[in-house]
């Protein structure tokens, strides 16, 4: 499996080199390669092939820039035609209704009692509503208490039928209830039904007949492989649902489903699930998950946020420094800042591809420099500026200022060196690609 | 280039069509491919590609496949119809682990283990207290004392729906209710199925994602308290594994058995269109046996696994 498919494009691409345009036979590498990364995603077999044939159509005979990798410039086709497809901004909940009634629909263990919870909050909290929840999986042990708890977790309230085994009289009593009683928004959480299951999917098509409601959202687990434009389908052709909820989507999942369901119903999708927390509730951003899907990186708009804070003339100083190796805390410091005012920190190293994977299993929070920070702020001015004088009495009263463990102040010390070594390295290189470009015919 | 292509042919049908067309019979696909043909060619290929991607066999599994069905042709030389289906059938079946349970579809309670002690774990939603119930009545009916544990605390009415699981097939259950401590509930579960001298206990976890390491760690946690009461156990780590999950099923293998040396796999949900394939890359990486599989909601809808059932499954 590869993490990086702008690397693969890249490859790919060699053969590109010179040729000013992108031609038939060029790009059938590279989409091959595009084709290999949606399936591995679980984007369909069918959608997958189509999608990369809509790719070719718009890259062929598109000029490669100069000053752009034709690779590049392929993953931005790619990448644009995906978000196109996955659609514009996220759509907003029709709540015209009085009251507002959602069905929520989906197969087992998709997370629809749990997503019934979540939204109740979001509309709580965001849109002062007064919501009622009302518990129609009538099959499932227990389903009925879970919809319960979470009602109080959330401080909303729930409408049970103990006994009645009719979802659809439960759904259409609930409905006079909030009526009766003054609330804006209904949401009838359901049974988990097979596609296939004839009697289940009548019963959902009753209820859905029965209570007219203003959205119909069908829960979908992110995870979801091949068998998502089945099932979506399946449940579109009964229910012609209003949008879409993705869940899980705080697991590694790349998510591919997404793209499937979007491509065979072409309904929007209107949440997503980011966590078991009621409040990990989140609106659907279709670039987001597009780079998602391929398994990238968001480089663009890394390169934007970091030119929005560079400054330029500090950039250069800051390259002349790592070049004559006389880069300190200070300028460590420096750095560490700039990249605070950039935002998350786990975010950002995300946008970079191959990150995204590595950083899974870690945590960085906000404060994650907060240490560093205040171990730099515990140096002398000359001990930053000149760290190879700071020996074990030293450490110490670093350690001790700071608040952390000798350790710690260790650690840095040797993080520090590592990353100056890193550094030249790097600008090393950047010379070596400089010289190269200089050369004639090398066009890299 | 190989055989293998996977842009060898522009097929431009339009996408519904295709989907309504998807669960033709296979074998007639291919049947129809090689008629009049003495081996197996890219065309052949493609549909098979197709059928086993379409699966959620994966694209690094169904290369495997093809190039094992590939070295068979390249050596037998001449490969028909019938000969293809029968190398198939075979070369899929072969990258299954062998399933250690009854052949006879009994389950098998090992020797000199008692009380055997079975932990249930998996991502959220995948049927692991469905999954418990079922397996609780499977050995009850075999004449088998059980025990559940109720160390999902977490999940809103969790312990609740293990209760009434019990309830329904007979069995007792041992909860501390909501927000307890899993490891202690699964302590205290293993106590009380030695005193009851107990055959069997499941112990059923809160459904995490696997890419949640203060959760994943606290798995390996519950699962270390046990042995203290039983020395070995937990002796089965059974991974619940949806059958509509796809590619990142193996993501899940992986980290759960990074974190609890699973030793054996459950597939669920196999009533519905989804074909579960991506177990078979699972258990050939891995090297775990599927034991399990789950085909309905009613406390008989648990079946143990049979491979070359669940590849002809496949090509249906």
């Known amino acids: 499996m590869f993490e990086n498919l702008a690397d693969k494009f890249e490859k790919a691409f060699q053969t590109l080199k010179g040729e000013g345009k992108i031609t038939e036979i060029n790009v059938a590498e590279t989409m091959k390669e595009v084709r290999r990364a949606l399936l591995d995603a679980d984007v369909n077999f069918k959608v997958a092939k189509e999608f990369t044939d809509r790719v070719k159509e718009a890259a062929l005979g598109q000029n490669v820039l100069t000053s752009i990798k034709p690779g590049q410039l392929l993953v931005k086709i790619t990448k644009d035609e995906l978000t196109a497809l996955m659609g514009g901004a996220a759509q907003d909940v029709n709540l015209s209704g009085n009251p507002t009634v959602f069905l929520i629909a989906g197969l087992q263990g998709s997370g629809k009692t749990t997503f019934s919870g979540k939204l109740a909050l979001h509309l709580k909290s965001k849109r002062n509503k007064r919501v009622l929840l009302v518990a129609c999986d009538v099959y499932r042990p227990a389903a009925i208490d879970q919809l319960k708890v979470l009602a109080g977790q959330v401080g909303a309230e729930v409408y049970t039928e103990d006994g009645n085994k009719n979802p659809v009289q439960i759904a259409q009593n609930a409905i006079r209830h909030a009526k009766n009683h003054g609330f804006n928004v209904v949401i009838v959480d359901t049974a988990g039904r097979l596609a296939v299951d004839e009697e289940m999917m009548n019963e959902i098509d009753r209820v859905h007949k029965a209570i007219q409601p203003q959205e119909t959202l069908f829960v979908v687990d992110s995870m979801t492989g091949q068998d998502a434009v089945n099932t979506a389908k399946a449940f579109n052709d009964r229910l012609n649902f209003d949008g879409v909820v993705l869940t899980k989507l705080d697991g590694d999942t790349r998510g591919g489903a997404a793209l499937s369901i979007r491509t065979v119903v072409n309904k929007p999708i209107k949440f997503v699930g980011i966590g078991e927390k009621l409040d990990a509730l989140d609106v659907f951003h279709p670039d987001r998950m597009a780079d998602r899907i391929l398994g990238m990186g968001d480089i663009v708009s890394l390169v934007e946020r970091a030119q929005e804070q560079f400054d330029e003339k500090e950039a250069r100083e800051l390259q002349k420094k790592i070049a004559k190796n006389t880069f300190d805390f200070n300028d460590f410091l420096g750095q560490i800042q700039q990249i605070k005012k950039m935002g998350n920190v786990k975010d950002l190293m995300g946008m970079i591809p191959g990150m995204g994977k590595m950083l899974k299993d870690v945590e960085i929070g906000d404060d994650a420099f907060k240490s560093v920070e205040a171990i730099i702020g515990s140096m002398t001015p000359k001990e930053r500026a000149n760290p190879q004088i700071i020996d074990g009495s030293r450490r110490k009263r670093i350690a001790q200022g700071s608040g952390t463990g000798i350790q710690d102040v260790n650690r840095l010390l040797k993080q520090f060196e590592d990353s100056k070594k890193m550094m030249r390295m790097m600008s090393n290189k950047g010379a070596m690609s400089q010289m190269m470009r200089k050369m004639p015919g090398m066009k890299a | ?316």
């Open chain 2, 1 to 316: 280039m190989g055989l293998f292509d996977f842009f060898s042919k522009e097929k431009k049908e339009r996408l519904d069509e295709g989907l309504d067309k998807t669960r033709e019979s296979v074998f007639s696909k291919l049947a129809k491919a090689v008629v009049g043909k003495s081996s197996v060619d890219d065309e052949v290929l493609d549909n098979l590609e197709e059928v086993l991607v379409t699966s959620d066999v994966g694209v690094e599994t169904t290369l495997k496949v093809i190039k094992r069905i590939e070295e068979r042709v390249a050596r037998d030389k001449y490969v028909g119809t019938d000969q293809l289906n029968r190398i198939l059938r075979e070369e899929i079946t072969a990258l299954l682990q062998e399933n250690a349970g009854g052949a006879n579809g009994s389950v098998v309670i090992p020797e000199g283990k008692k009380p055997y002690v079975i932990m249930v774990v998996g991502v959220n939603g995948v049927g692991k207290t469905t999954t418990i119930g079922k397996l609780a009545h499977r050995f009850k009916s075999s004449g088998l004392n059980v025990v559940l544990g109720a160390a999902d605390t977490f999940r809103a009415a969790a312990v609740q729906q293990l209760i009434l699981w019990g309830e329904r097939v007979g069995v007792p259950v041992i909860n501390q209710g909501m927000n307890a401590d899993p490891a202690s509930v699964a302590y205290d579960t293993l106590q009380s199925a030695v005193a009851k001298n107990a055959d069997v206990v499941i112990i059923d976890t809160a459904g995490r994602l696997h890419n949640k390491v203060g959760l994943m760690n606290e798995l390996s946690k519950i699962r270390k308290v046990m042995d203290r009461i039983v020395p070995g156990a937990p002796h089965e780590i059974l991974l619940v594994l949806d059958a509509s999950t796809g590619q990142n099923a193996i993501e899940q293998a992986k980290q759960f058995t990074l974190a609890t040396d699973v030793n054996a796999l459950a597939l669920t949900k196999l009533d519905g269109t989804a074909k579960g394939g991506v177990v078979i890359g699972i258990s050939d990486t891995f090297k775990i046996p599927v034991k399990y599989i789950g085909v309905g909601e009613k406390m008989d809808d648990l079946q143990i696994f049979n491979g070359k059932e669940f590849v002809d499954s496949l090509f249906k």
